[in-house]
């Protein structure tokens, strides 16, 4: 079966930089869209980025654009999201999605059919 086993995460000071990984199996990689999203305490799981299957395609949300990168390597089955210029609101849960898409890097939660457990981010001081 599909799975998605994000890593990387930790505690960051502001300012600062943390790059997270997802590693998929199960899956024909390069055939689905990944994504990343985060929900903060008490709020609700918001889109952070996409990359399409291909690559070819990024999305961004606009309160991390400039500031994180997300990229793939179709060969090793993995997506990250380097981030940088870290804020204590970057604070979240981040997961990796995966949908089924080669050319499109959707930035609704709904696209996406398979999800990762979340690894933890804490930007503090």
Request: proline letters at 3%.
């Amino acid at each position: 079966q599909v799975q998605l086993v994000e890593s990387g995460g930790g505690l960051a000071q502001p300012g600062g930089s943390l790059r997270l990984s997802c590693a998929a199996s199960g899956m024909i990689f390069s055939f689905h869209a990944m994504g990343w999203f985060r929900q903060a305490p008490g709020k609700e799981q918001e889109f952070v980025a996409a990359i399409s299957g291909s690559g070819g395609s990024t999305n961004y949300a606009s309160s991390v654009k400039g500031r994180f990168t997300i990229s793939r390597d179709n060969a090793k089955n993995t997506v990250n999201l380097q981030m940088n210029s870290l804020t204590p609101e970057d604070t979240a849960v981040y997961s990796c999605a995966g949908a089924v898409f080669r050319d499109y890097a959707p930035g609704s939660r709904s696209a996406y059919t398979y999800w990762g457990q979340g690894t933890q981010v804490t930007v503090s001081s």
